[in-house]
């Protein structure tokens, strides 16, 4: 099975940018689906972006235009570069796949957006 470790977090001010990592290491064979989702204090995790194996990709609204989810196969690691950061983005940030069908998390990193 496959594990997920984030980095990349911080603090920064409105308007910064932010680009978190997540490697993926162990086996990432059967991997359909990966992606992003936030937890913000008092609220439910929630779905960021996705890609899927042929490169689809879908965002939340908040994220469109702001956010962008890549990864690198050779370096079996994904990314979400993210620009012009509010403070309702402040959650903490979970790397997750779909492997098998069964879902797979990180263990998540803190980003807060304050000034």
């Known amino acids: 099975q496959v594990q997920l470790v984030e980095s990349g977090g911080g603090l920064v001010q409105p308007g910064g940018s932010l680009r978190l990592s997540c490697v993926l290491s162990g086996s990432i064979f059967g991997i359909n689906v990966m992606g992003w989702y936030r937890q913000a204090p008092g609220k439910q995790r929630e779905m960021v972006t996705i890609i899927s194996n042929n490169d689809d990709t879908t965002y939340t609204e908040s994220a469109k235009g702001r956010f962008t989810i890549s990864r690198d196969n050779a370096k079996k690691t994904m990314y979400l570069q993210m620009n012009n950061l509010k403070p309702e983005d402040t959650a903490v940030y979970y790397c997750?796949?779909?492997?098998?069908?069964?879902?797979?998390w990180g263990k998540g990193t803190l980003v807060i957006v304050s000034s």
């Open positions: 997750n796949v779909l492997q098998y069908g069964k879902d797979y």
